[in-house]
Nanobody, 124 residues
C-alpha cells in the first residue's frame, strides 16, 4: 500500500512559476510510475504528466508541454512538478497518482494510489 501526499500548492500570478511535490510512503516507491492529474471546478479530472519508475521516460498533455516539467528523486521518495509560465486555466487541484507498470497511461482508472491533492490558483 502506497500513501501519497502532495504539497507546495498556492496562489501565483499569471506568468509565474510554482513547484509542487508528491511524497510517497508505505511501499517501494521506485517500482511505481507516477502521474500528475488536475481537476478544475465543474470539470473532470484530467491527465497532466507522468514519469516512469526510473525517470527515464516522461509524458505530457499538450496543454502543458514546454511549460511543465516532471521529475523524481527515488532516494527521497518524491516526485516534483515544476510549473512555469502559468496561466489562469491551470487553476485546479493537482493530484499525484501511482501505478505499477508503464508510465504512458492517461486515464484515472489506470492508477492505483492517489494523494489528497494540492490547490494551485493562478490569478490573471
Amino acid at each position: 500500500q502506497v500513501q501519497l501526499v502532495e504539497s507546495g500548492g498556492g496562489l501565483v500570478q499569471a506568468g509565474g512559476s510554482l513547484r509542487i511535490s508528491c511524497v510517497a510512503s508505505g511501499g517501494t516507491f521506485s517500482r511505481y510510475s507516477v502521474g500528475w492529474f488536475r481537476q478544475a471546478p465543474g470539470k473532470e479530472r484530467e491527465f497532466v504528466t507522468a514519469i516512469s519508475w526510473r525517470g527515464g521516460s516522461t509524458y505530457y498533455a499538450d496543454s502543458v508541454k514546454d511549460r511543465f516539467t516532471i521529475s523524481r528523486d527515488n532516494a527521497k521518495n518524491t516526485v516534483y512538478l515544476q510549473m512555469n509560465s502559468l496561466k489562469p486555466e491551470d487553476t485546479a487541484v493537482y493530484y499525484c497518482a501511482a501505478r505499477l507498470g508503464v508510465a504512458r497511461r492517461t486515464a484515472t482508472y489506470e492508477y492505483d494510489y492517489w494523494g489528497q491533492g494540492t490547490q494551485v490558483t493562478v490569478s490573471s
